[in-house]
């Protein structure tokens, strides 16, 4: 089992910051990749980015240039740095962790990010 605690959701005005911190326990020796997905009001879930064991990572279109994924292994925590802030970007975040032997995906609850224009 993997535990997954999200913080630093939040209210910001359009073209401010926020942090997103992920804290994983559990067993963390088993997380392949770990991720930010995130679900608007009457959408689909989407990804918005990954971050592998090695340190590759991937973005959504919509995020590049904006969003920042990284990782501190020795803290077991991803963090997803937010900037430029779009009101589009208000969503329920999801930080996503996925194992190997065996193979499984956990979530976290989510956190809430709210950007008025």
């Known amino acids: 089992q993997v535990r997954l605690v999200e913080s630093g959701g939040g209210l910001v005005q359009a073209g401010g910051s926020l942090r997103l911190s992920c804290a994983a326990s559990?067993?963390?020796?088993?997380?392949?990749?770990l991720g930010w997905y995130r679900r608007a009001p009457g959408k689909q879930r989407e990804l918005v980015a990954v971050?592998?064991?090695?340190?590759?990572?991937n973005y959504a279109d919509f995020v590049k240039g904006r969003f920042t994924i990284s990782r501190d292994n020795a803290q077991n925590t991803v963090y997803l740095q937010m900037n430029s802030l779009k009101p589009e970007d208000t969503a329920v975040y999801y930080c996503n962790a996925v194992t190997i032997a065996p193979m499984d995906s956990y979530w976290g609850q989510g956190t809430q990010v709210t950007v008025s224009s």
């Open positions: 559990g067993r963390i020796f088993s997380i392949k990749t």
């Open positions: 971050i592998t064991s090695g340190g590759n990572t």
